[in-house]
């Protein structure tokens, strides 16, 4: 029988933990995964590591991805384990439901140190882990979480600001399926007086249950309809993709698609000289290619780089025998 490990709090001690929300970290815990990720950071990337030899780290994608797949992956290499990579995996077994994902992680377990999944189904990680007796890390659960993005994210603006506290920021486009909208305010509700403006179309709203939850957390949020309603001088614009995935309809999609983009004329409006500009990627129009040379729009560069460092951590943290 595998243990329950459920969503546990990290408490310091990483090792054999899941990683399936923000809700499991304390500002402590961040600070150790930042300072695994800064250290990491000094050394030349190209530079393989043997901290983790002799792991196989197991990528089980049922949705498509670049940037966390190939992070993941190569902060798994980097290290010195090896990987096993499972993508679209639809096309090989027929396991949608829980039931028959249950059976594909315990097969798995046979051979893998560590499991990271993405999958369409919000909450479909914490079954997985539930059944897993290897520790399972979200790489994105529909629409529910994307912690490893938040932390990521999360290391960026820290890096940019040295604080986590004290900061008013702007998040646009899909609220409501957005799931790294969702573990990056989870994340920055753990610090004192942090504001987030979120300005989306009425349609993709936070959920009501998912904004009382976030307010309990301790950030203060407000919701805005019309770029003109965007404050001046914000710390960080963190701008995001109308989830076409999650629509019924293509006609509801192109409803509400790109509303509102991120060109230079809304920066020259609003943006400060320090608002930095983020971006999880893939990008489908809301961003234009006209801000990309703005030394303030670190969505190609810095965001993209420390994704690997802070997976490299997470996986040291999670799998390195002291
Ligand atoms: C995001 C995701 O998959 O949730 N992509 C990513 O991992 N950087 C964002 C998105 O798909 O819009």
């Given at each position: 029988m595998a243990?329950?490990?459920g ?5 310091g001690?990483?090792r ?14 961040l600070?150790?995964v930042?300072?695994k990720t ?8 190209r530079k393989?590591?043997n901290?983790?030899k002799g792991n ?17 992956a190569?902060?798994?290499k980097?290290l ?5 990579e499972?993508t ?12 028959s ?5 315990k097969?798995?377990?046979?051979y893998s ?15 997985a882990?539930?059944v897993?007796?290897?520790?399972v890390?979200?790489?994105g659960?529909?629409?529910?979480e994307?912690p490893?993005?938040a932390?990521l994210?999360?290391?960026?603006i820290h ?7 004290n900061l ?10 957005g799931?790294?909208v ?21 349609k ?5 249950k ?22 001046k001088?914000?710390?960080?614009w963190?701008w995001?993709?109308v989830?076409k ?7 509801d ?5 790109n509303?509102?983009i991120l ?8 943006a ?16 234009l290619e006209e ?7 670190v969505n190609?560069s810095s ?5 690997m460092f802070v997976?490299?951590a ?7 025998r002291?």
């Open positions: 243990k329950k490990l969503l546990e709090r990290i408490n001690k990483f054999g933990k899941n990683i399936l929300s923000l809700d499991q970290f304390s500002q402590k815990d600070q150790i930042f300072t800064r250290k990491l950071k000094e050394n030349n990337p393989g590591l901290l983790l196989i780290v197991t990528l089980l994608f049922f949705e498509p991805s670049t940037r966390t797949f190939s992070s993941f190569v902060a798994a980097r010195g384990a090896q990987t096993l499972l679209d995996p639809m096309k090989v077994s027929s396991f949608v439901k829980g039931e994902m249950s059976d594909a992680i097969v798995l377990n046979a140190d560590l499991l990271i999944i993405r999958h369409p189904v919000r909450g479909s990680l914490q079954i882990a539930d897993s007796e290897v520790p890390i979200n790489a659960d529909g629409i529910g994307h490893t993005q932390l994210d999360l290391f960026t890096e940019k600001f040295g604080r986590l506290n008013a920021g702007l998040m646009a486009g899909d609220m409501l399926n799931r790294t969702h573990s990056l305010i989870r994340g920055l509700a753990k610090f004192p007086n942090n504001k987030i403006y979120l300005l989306s179309p009425r993709l709203r936070l959920s009501k998912d904004f009382e939850n976030f307010q309990k957390q301790g950030i203060e949020l407000a919701e805005i309809y019309k770029d003109s309603d965007i404050p001088n914000l710390d960080f963190y995001t993709r989830q995935e999650r629509f019924r309809s293509l006609k999609y192109n409803r509400v698609k509303k509102f060109n230079k004329k809304l920066i020259d409006k609003y400060g000289k320090k608002t930095i500009f983020m971006h999880p990627l893939p990008r489908v129009g809301e961003i801000v990309d040379e703005d030394e303030r729009a190609l965001e993209i780089k420390n994704g997976r490299k997470l996986l040291s943290l999670g799998l390195e002291k």
